[in-house]
């Protein structure tokens, strides 16, 4: 059952909250269990490159959260480090770029 609700997109603390227990108590089943997840899925860096390119294409300006989304949602499940060595490999220029772009803030006073 575990398997099934991580499968669907729950978290942890999500999966805990529905069966009603604590998330040690999930915790605890988990390792009785031997249940254990892959942080990151079996995609080569060659094809992780590949998509990321397709994706950058498509939306140049994407960032690394909504990419994340994308390959997500696309069965692609990669950590947060090795998504980031892709994009800065496949798009160095723009990654330079979003680095050093400022983000302009409003003023504003609380009265």
Same mark, same amino acid.
């Given at each position: 059952? =575990?398997?099934? =609700? /991580? #499968?669907?997109?729950?978290?942890?603390?999500? !999966?805990? @909250?529905? =069966?009603?227990?604590? &998330?040690?108590?999930? #915790?605890?089943? &988990?390792?009785?269990?031997? #249940?254990?997840?892959?942080?990151?899925?079996?995609?080569?860096?060659?094809?992780? @490159?590949?998509?990321?390119s397709t994706v950058k294409e498509e939306m140049?300006?994407?960032?690394? @959260? @909504? =990419?994340?989304?994308?390959?997500?949602? /696309?069965? %692609? &499940? +990669?950590? &947060?480090?090795?998504?980031?060595? %892709?994009?800065?490999? %496949?798009?160095?220029?723009?990654? +330079?770029?979003?680095?050093?772009?400022? !983000?302009?803030? /409003?003023? #504003?006073? +609380?009265r």
């Amino acid at each position: 059952q =575990l398997e099934e =609700l /991580r #499968y669907i997109g729950l978290t942890w603390t999500d !999966i805990a @909250k529905l =069966l009603g227990v604590s &998330r040690m108590t999930v #915790y605890r089943a &988990r390792i009785e269990l031997g #249940y254990e997840e892959a942080h990151d899925s079996s995609v080569t860096d060659v094809d992780l @490159k590949h998509l990321v390119s397709t994706v950058k294409e498509e939306m140049p300006n994407v960032g690394e @959260k @909504k =990419l994340h989304g994308i390959l997500k949602s /696309r069965g %692609v &499940r +990669v950590t &947060r480090r090795r998504l980031r060595q %892709v994009i800065h490999s %496949v798009d160095p220029f723009n990654t +330079v770029l979003r680095w050093r772009a400022p !983000i302009s803030r /409003r003023p #504003y006073s +609380v009265r």
